[in-house]
């Protein structure tokens, strides 16, 4: 089965036939528009984002396509024709993982989406027997506490360490080793499930409020996920969360442990869950 | 009847005290960890104790050892309101003394479920 890349482009570009072309029965390139609801559905690869021209206005863009992708941590390769210094400054200041020359050779842009890809799909052994329980305890808990139905978008696993968002709470856990599950949301989502929570009590958001709902609903998920795995291979110890808040921060874990993410979506906005432990 | 709410999670104490309103149980008096908990029995007699497992300093079996062997606190029935649904954790709190679970998240029926072993009027509204 050929694997996904998407492509942010206008379709009838020689330089759009001539990439369907070349990557046929390697990869399936599949087109996406430059403004984003969601991060994509299906596992991929990366983004190749093709422009004619660079212009000014393309670095915004680009950002907010960086934006709402990175909780699924794709890797976005800006392809141009003779990119300058400048234009190839403004892409990478504005996310892009690389820049590639539309007139060189095509092979050259897969390659930089096969370097940059930190992302692995999930053995089903593993989906069902460790991920599948904080995915089902996450889905019931957002569902109780949000009062929406919230939906797995993509399950992945990465080699990379880094996931970025403006909420994470985090809760230890210690199984064979030491190992941390992440609830990270964007601020809009955080907002927003705690609007929910709080609306209810007759109380308003502040930020101290949020780091309370997003601590108590990982507690939660992380709770109900410990249940479900008690007498499993899986079988882990908890502590309690604690709330990292900050655009944009980055939760890095312990190198060389494997890092397991669901990204979801819902009425509350996007959101992931990130299973960092041994197994 | 007074209502004592031991949770470390100020989200978690509002939540239970809106649900608790809703029972009619709208004593209460709040404590964010064991050690609060027990300050707060020190001061303040109480008929019932929602008590959460996981919480920094005294945490939830800190709290039970702590009241069972208490002459005078150890007939005050606790109820644990926990996000660990882990079975032996369960089991652990009652054997050394809780008196019924409750594990999150729940609305008012479950807590009601819970309460209802050991509030009467409960079992039977």
């Known amino acids: 089965m050929s694997e996904t890349i998407y492509l942010v482009a206008s379709d009838s570009s020689p330089w759009v036939q001539q990439l369907r072309a070349h990557a046929h029965a390697k990869y399936d390139i599949v087109p ?40 699924v941590d794709l890797p976005l390769v800006a392809v141009t024709h003779q990119p300058t210094a400048a234009s190839r400054a403004r892409l990478l200041a504005s ?13 050259l842009v897969f390659k930089e989406i096969e370097n940059r890809c930190n992302l692995e799909p999930v053995v089903d052994e593993i989906r069902k027997g460790l991920l599948d329980p904080f995915v089902y305890a996450t889905l019931i808990t957002i569902r109780e506490m949000a009062q929406c139905e919230p939906a797995v978008q993509v399950v992945y696993r990465k ?74 291979p899986y079988a882990f110890a908890m502590s309690v969360p604690t709330v990292i808040a900050g655009t944009n921060h980055e939760v890095r874990y312990k190198p060389g442990l494997p890092c397991l993410v669901a990204s ?13 432990m041994a197994f | 009847m007074k209502v004592l709410i031991v949770d470390d999670s100020a989200i978690m104490r509002m939540m239970l005290k809106s649900m608790l309103a809703q029972l009619d149980l709208i004593d209460v008096i709040e404590a964010g960890s064991g050690t609060e908990g027990i300050e707060a029995l020190r ?19 800190g709290f039970l050892e702590a009241t069972r062997q208490d002459p005078s606190w150890m007939q005050i029935p606790v109820v644990i309101v926990s996000s660990d649904s882990d079975k032996e954790q369960v089991e652990r709190a009652l ?31």
């Not at chain 1, 020359?101 to 092979?107: R, S, T």
């Not at chain 2, 001061?43 to 079996?61: A, E, I, N, Y």
């Open chain 2, 43 to 61: 001061k303040t007699p109480v008929s019932l104790v929602l008590l959460d497992l996981h919480m920094p300093q005294m945490d939830g079996f």
């Open chain 1, 264 to 276: 979801f979506t819902s009425a509350i906005g996007d959101f992931a869950l990130q299973l960092c």
């Open chain 1, 159 to 232: 080699t990379g360490y880094r996931i970025f968002g403006d909420h994470s709470a985090l809760v230890s856990v210690s199984a064979s080793t030491e190992g941390t599950v992440v609830l990270s949301f964007p601020r809009a989502s955080s907002q927003e499930l705690s609007r929910r929570m709080l609306e209810p009590l007759g109380v308003a958001v502040t930020e101290e409020l949020v780091q309370s709902c997003l601590a108590e609903t990982a507690n939660i998920i992380v709770g109900q996920a410990k249940g479900a795995l008690a007498g499993t």
């Open chain 1, 32 to 71: 996406l528009p430059t403004a984003l609801d969601a991060p994509p559905e299906r596992p991929a690869r990366g983004v190749i984002v093709y422009y004619e021209q660079v212009h000014s206005s393309n670095s915004l863009q680009f950002s907010r396509m960086r934006e709402d992708m990175r909780l």
């Open chain 1, 95 to 107: 996310g892009a993982a690389a820049v590639c020359d539309a007139d060189a050779e095509l092979e």
């Open chain 2, 95 to 125: 054997q050394m003394g809780a008196r019924s679970y409750g594990s999150k998240p729940f609305h008012v029926r479950g807590l009601r479920e819970a309460l209802g072993k050991v509030v009467p009027f409960l079992q039977s509204s």
